[in-house]
């Protein structure tokens, strides 16, 4: 297995996605570096500080956004606005953010959002699997539960659950809000103010039975031993391995295969993608593979420009870019910048899609900048360009072999869409 052994990211990627300290789901994205700051105005009233930053929040964001009322209009979005800041002095704090939450989400475009930081959460992280919701990492204390079924949240079976989340969660698309809702389930914020919990304390039911977790703080995450670390690496599938490399291959020489997991459209400091390229093609100049596979389902965007160099050694090569040969794996986190790079397979290489519909659009809104909303220190991101890859208004990308992950697959260690492509199980 090729793996970097020089430089990993401090956090895994694996943490990311369960203890997100972004609102809302999956939003790892590079945040372009300006940053418009409201004024820091003189009075410590809360309400005063509420006001001035929502105010300052409903000019700037027409403002800033490419276009802001493609989706909802201007009407609705100042009416919505007014009643808000005309409601501050009745509302929480907590109320507050999360009607914020709950208009910006409504916006429809899901690099747009608020960016609530999580000073506490609880550790465990879900997956919505053909067969259901399920438990599929956390804190080890939860390793009873782990590949057990949700049934419920403090009373609520999973449907309603998922109708409370739904107006602070991005559906642009059904993919991102299956990806979106996963993350939800253990979001302090996403479920106070759904309402679905009304303290630190909070009632999972399992298939197998009950268990009331507590919140823990953002600084003891990093101490807690997950599930997947207690398990080993051998039970995960091999898509969920080598979780902290931004891009990692593995050449499986019984099968002939080259397996590529591409996470981030990032440079790793000191292992370039360029340098990543040149060595998985190495290996297959020296093995003509018979199958190449790029997987895309983890990878949450960047720059997009990273994969070019890789897309190039591809067109270089007749032997490997061949229908039956090249496959492309896609899901419901492929999003922003790696959609970009599925479709640059799609239309520029002779790529068979393998996976789920995108959570991203292959048109989208992207580019991330930042209002910085100082009197009540919370960030809203916008979208500042559009992307426009086809001619077509579709919702996402789709596969050209649609397939759905097992949970019975999952929790024995396979992966339903590599073995598929493998044994042309379509």
Same mark, same amino acid.
């Given at each position: 297995?090729?793996?970097n052994k020089?430089?990993k990211?401090?956090?895994?990627v694996?943490?990311?996605?369960l203890?997100?300290?972004?609102i ?14 409201s ?5 410590s009233?809360?309400?005063? /500080? ?6 300052f929040l409903k000019y ?5 956004h490419k276009?802001?009322?493609f989706? /909802?209009s201007k009407?609705e979005f100042n009416?919505?606005m007014?009643?808000?800041l005309k409601n501050?002095?009745t509302?929480?704090d ?6 914020l939450v709950r208009l ?5 475009d899901?690099?747009t959002?608020?960016?609530l930081v999580?000073?506490?959460?609880y550790?465990l992280?879900?997956f ?5 919701i ?7 204390e939860?390793?009873?539960y782990w590949?057990?079924?949700l049934?419920?949240i ?7 659950v ?14 991102i809000?299956k990806d979106?809702f ?14 679905l919990a ?6 999972y039911?399992f298939?197998?039975?009950?268990i009331d977790?507590k919140?823990?703080s953002n600084?003891d995450v990093k101490d807690?031993?997950l599930?997947s ?9 091999l898509s ?8 990692w291959f ?14 981030l ?5 000191e292992?370039s993608?360029?340098d ?7 290996v297959?100049d ?6 190449l596979i790029?997987d895309?389902r983890?990878?949450?965007?960047g ?5 070019n160099?890789?897309l190039k050694?591809i ?5 490997i870019?061949k229908?039956g040969?090249?496959?492309?794996i896609?899901?419901?986190?492929t ?10 397979l799609?239309n520029?290489t002779n790529?068979t ?13 992207g580019e ?6 100082s ?5 809203v991101?916008?979208?500042?360009n559009?992307f426009?890859?086809t ?5 996402s990308?789709?596969?050209?072999k649609?397939?759905?992950l097992?949970a019975s697959s999952f929790?024995k260690?396979k992966?339903d ?8 199980g379509?």
């Amino acid at each position: 297995m090729k793996t970097n052994k020089k430089k990993k990211i401090l956090i895994t990627v694996g943490l990311i996605t369960l203890f997100l300290l972004i609102i809302g789901g999956i939003f790892i994205n590079k945040v372009f570096n300006r940053v418009t700051n409201s004024p820091i105005i003189s009075s410590s009233d809360r309400n005063d /500080k509420w006001t001035k930053d929502i105010e300052f929040l409903k000019y700037q964001l027409p403002k800033k956004h490419k276009n802001l009322f493609f989706y /909802k209009s201007k009407e609705e979005f100042n009416e919505e606005m007014d009643s808000l800041l005309k409601n501050i002095s009745t509302y929480t704090d907590e109320e507050i953010k999360g009607e914020l939450v709950r208009l910006i989400v409504s916006i429809n475009d899901s690099h747009t959002r608020v960016g609530l930081v999580n000073n506490t959460i609880y550790p465990l992280k879900f997956f919505e699997f053909e067969e259901g919701i399920y438990l599929i990492d956390g804190s080890l204390e939860y390793k009873d539960y782990w590949g057990k079924k949700l049934i419920a949240i403090n009373g609520y079976e999973v449907e309603k659950v998922k109708e409370m989340l739904k107006p602070y969660i991005a559906k642009d698309n059904n993919a991102i809000f299956k990806d979106e809702f996963s993350a939800a389930l253990s979001n302090f914020n996403l479920l106070t103010f759904s309402g679905l919990a009304d303290s630190e304390e909070i009632t999972y039911t399992f298939a197998n039975g009950d268990i009331d977790i507590k919140t823990i703080s953002n600084e003891d995450v990093k101490d807690i031993l997950l599930i997947s670390d207690y398990n080993g690496i051998d039970t995960l599938p091999l898509s969920k391995q080598n979780k902290s490399d931004m891009y990692w291959f593995k050449y499986i020489e019984d099968k002939n295969i080259v397996y590529v997991k591409y996470n981030l459209c990032m440079n790793m400091d000191e292992y370039s993608f360029k340098d990543f390229t040149k060595e998985v093609f190495d290996v297959i100049d020296k093995n003509n593979p018979e199958k190449l596979i790029i997987d895309l389902r983890d990878n949450s965007g960047g720059n997009s420009m990273i994969f070019n160099s890789f897309l190039k050694a591809i067109k270089e090569r007749n032997d490997i870019n061949k229908e039956g040969k090249l496959y492309a794996i896609i899901g419901r986190s492929t999003f922003s910048s790696a959609i970009l790079n599925a479709m640059d397979l799609k239309n520029g290489t002779n790529t068979t899609l393998v996976g789920e519909a995108t959570g991203g659009k292959p048109n989208h809104f992207g580019e991330v900048k930042q209002i910085h909303l100082s009197n009540t220190n919370i960030d809203v991101y916008y979208s500042s360009n559009y992307f426009k890859t086809t001619s077509e208004e579709v919702d996402s990308i789709y596969p050209d072999k649609k397939l759905m992950l097992k949970a019975s697959s999952f929790f024995k260690g396979k992966d339903d869409f590599i073995e598929a492509i493998i044994n042309e199980g379509f």
